[in-house]
């Protein structure tokens, strides 16, 4: 497997290119599968920090980009992403090098998201309503959707190259610049990124990578030439940074923990629905915001799910995460790995394990390996019921009629996603509109790039994805006009 070069990993990409750091401060790369090194990458100081932030301040107050035509954005971007596609394998093996998602989800979830992410979120800018002429009795304007300006992205681990997307693609379209803190699990697949950026010829500056501890980090996202935090990632850490950029007016986009519900009515197809779960609840080993990791069901189907979904634990190879056969790999760091397992721990002490339990799997003797995990009745108020684990592990509690099982599914800190199952469509629909989660799927459909996707309650604040998902990049203007000036617009 090829790693990033040690030429690049000792650099920063800043201002469209490849610098020194000012610091000799690294940060060390731990393979999940091996618990050894794979690479060194420079951590960035204040002074670099400073740099990064002012050579996007440049570029959005001085450079070409903001204003381009949106055409040209758009080219840009696309050819963006033709480089990624070069590139999916790379940055699949990166992935599954650096924080252990098995290949096979790498190749497909990791790194070709972001190709029919970038695709649509073109295809909606071209759509989007950049100036809008409104008439009333009471008066008439242009509404404008302007660039923001200088935009921080912060992005998690688990979904490195899809989030840094999902943040970039609808803030480089309106016009705004980034800079963008990789987490320090997964910096090689960010600076990758960097590479396609300078290979598709995007202006200098408005893409800058700094990874960075997280002293280094909150300075970053609280400077005073930032104006707009894209942040994903724990509510604690989302809680704290909101409460500084909402000291100093900053708006932020918050991307949070998840907590989320499977209902299965007793209509569904227990067959077909639990094997929807194996992407809804445990794709990327388990470590996604959004899966399903409650499991609701009435007390007359539970034995038939529970049996369903310790068939599909069972189907589930566990091992290293480069066999293309295995669909559960490990952690991403030994740290991850202890969290896991306490909350395992936890739960044996409130529920019965149907499979799994305390302990690395017998067969594997290194990596940060948990076994995938089933517990039943579960109540609702247990903490592996309310809080989020982050891995493998599925807590299963009953009920005995809808409106209590909406009840659980709400009981809840978190709204991020949920699930119906039913062969009953609009009885599914009407019991995910009671459902206070920022997404309900329905019989294991997902929403797509064009539709938004966030939370409620300690899930978040904003949307990203969709339309919805580029209203944070922009600022919004109101023109007073002359009605028949207006009016000859709208004809």
């Not at 100081?45 to 040209?72: H, K, N």
């Not at 080219?75 to 990624?84: G, H, K, V």
């Not at 969709?466 to 990049?473: C, H, L, R, T, V």
């Amino acid at each position: 497997m090829k790693m990033i070069s040690e030429t690049i990993g000792s650099k920063l990409f800043i201002g469209g290119e490849w610098v020194e750091p000012k610091s000799t401060a690294t940060i060390e790369v731990i393979s999940p599968l091996t618990e050894k090194p794979i690479a060194s990458v420079a951590r960035a100081s204040r002074e670099d920090v400073d740099r990064a932030v002012s050579a996007a301040r440049q570029a959005f107050d001085t450079g070409p980009w903001p204003r381009f035509a949106l055409e040209e954005r758009i080219a840009a971007i696309l050819r963006l992403r033709a480089e990624i596609e070069k590139r999916t394998e790379a940055f699949a093996e990166v992935i599954t090098g650096e924080m252990g998602s098995p290949i096979s989800y790498s190749r497909i979830g990791q790194a070709r998201t972001p190709l029919s992410m970038l695709q649509e979120q073109c295809e909606i800018a071209a759509r989007f309503p950049w100036t809008e002429w409104r008439s009333s009795p009471t008066g008439s304007a242009c509404v404008v959707r302007s660039a923001k300006g200088v935009v921080v992205s912060i992005v998690p681990w688990n979904m490195p190259l899809v989030a840094i997307v999902q943040k970039i693609g609808p803030a480089l379209l309106s016009g705004c610049t980034v800079i963008v803190k990789p987490a320090p699990e997964t910096p090689l697949s960010a600076m990758l990124l960097a590479e396609c950026i300078r290979e598709a010829q995007l202006p200098p500056g408005i893409f800058n990578l700094v990874p960075a501890d997280r002293e280094e980090s909150e300075y970053l996202a609280l400077h005073p030439d930032v104006d707009k935090v894209s942040f994903t990632g724990s509510t604690v850490a989302g809680r704290k940074l909101a409460s500084a950029c909402g000291e100093r007016l900053r708006p932020i986009t918050l991307e949070l923990g998840g907590k989320s519900a499977a209902i299965f009515l007793d209509d569904a197809d227990i067959a077909a629905s639990v094997e929807a779960l194996r992407v809804g609840s445990l794709r990327n080993s388990g470590q996604v915001c959004s899966l399903k990791t409650r499991i609701l069901v009435s007390k007359k189907r539970e034995s038939q799910v529970i049996e369903a979904l310790a068939g599909l634990i069972d189907s589930m190879p566990i091992g290293d995460p480069f066999d293309a056969n295995t669909q559960i790999g490990p952690m991403v760091s030994k740290r991850q790995m202890e969290r896991v397992s306490n909350y395992i721990e936890q739960g044996l002490k409130e529920g019965r394990a149907i499979r799994g339990g305390l302990g690395r799997p017998a067969e594997l003797n290194h990596g940060w390996f948990v076994r995938p995990t089933l517990l039943a009745s579960v109540h609702p108020n247990a903490v592996i019921a309310q809080e989020e684990v982050f891995g493998p592990v599925l807590a299963l509690s009953t009920f005995e009629t809808e409106d209590e099982a909406i009840a659980i599914a709400n009981n809840s800190a978190f709204g991020l996603s949920g699930a119906v199952f039913s062969s009953n469509l609009e009885k599914a629909i009407a019991v995910a509109g009671r459902v206070k989660t920022g997404v309900v799927e329905i019989n294991g459909r997902g929403i797509g790039h064009h539709s938004p996707f966030g939370g409620v309650k300690d899930s978040g604040l904003g949307r990203e994805g969709g339309p919805e998902g580029f209203d944070p990049y922009v600022d919004i203007k109101s023109i007073g006009l002359p009605k028949e000036y207006v009016e000859t617009r709208l004809l």
